[in-house]
């Protein structure tokens, strides 16, 4: 029985099918592929290369997109400082269960302080979250700008938004770095295969 947070007289309940066990049935390792960069740097346009590349290997995956758990698990918090920070920790913590579970979660968001993402690093064993910096300049995303969000901010009308008046933290022992090669940006089939060869080199892509 202990206190966790909030909560008091709590017990963990253990079950006899545990991580291993899911691992063997679905023939491959859990693990957490963290992806953070700027906004337009090409975190989603990876994150979804990588599921599709993942699925055609016969490995299962599953994509948390930050703006698309904002619909709903993450849906009471704003982008204000304390809410960013609580945002990062429940997709940690959800991270962790799909990892536990057997997949390989791909978390793309922002993620700006590197605070947080070290936080939901150890959350997890020793080599089971794989950082990737989508290590894009900001004048080549803010020139995509797909979703008119830094036109917005250079106006005024966003305020608090990162890269523009809120600081981005790049990681600074990050697993996989991505970044332009003599002054063009990789394919998505480049990029998904870059982290696709590491995690068959580190045995995540097999029981």
Excluded at 14 to 24: N, P, T, V
Excluded at 76 to 98: A, H, M, T, W
Excluded at 181 to 199: E, K, R, W
Aim: glycine share 10%; hydrophobic share 35%; proline share 4%.
């Amino acid at each position: 029985m202990s206190s966790v947070g909030k909560s008091t007289n709590i017990f963990w309940q253990e079950c006899s099918i545990g991580k291993l066990e899911r691992q063997k049935l679905l023939k491959q390792k859990g693990c957490v592929v963290w992806i953070t960069g700027l906004s337009g740097s090409g975190k989603s346009t990876l994150a979804c290369t990588l599921n599709r590349e993942l699925y055609s290997r016969g490995n299962l995956s599953y994509i948390l997109d930050g703006d698309n758990v904002r619909h709903g698990l993450n849906k009471d918090l704003c982008f204000k400082p304390e809410d960013r920070v609580e945002n990062i920790r429940r997709i940690g913590e959800v991270s962790k269960l799909f990892a536990d579970s057997g997949l390989i979660c791909i978390a793309s968001l922002i993620s700006p302080y590197r605070k947080d993402r070290d936080d939901c690093r150890a959350l997890l064993p020793e080599g089971n979250f794989i950082e990737v910096f989508m290590n894009m300049p900001l004048e080549v995303c803010e020139s995509r700008d797909s979703k008119g969000l830094y036109k917005l901010a250079r106006a005024g009308k966003i305020k608090g938004f990162t890269g523009i008046d809120d600081p981005y933290e790049p990681p600074l022992n990050c697993e996989i770095e991505i970044q332009q090669i003599d002054g063009l940006c990789p394919t998505p089939s480049s990029m998904a295969g870059q982290v696709v060869s590491y995690l068959d080199e580190k045995g995540f892509l097999q029981e």
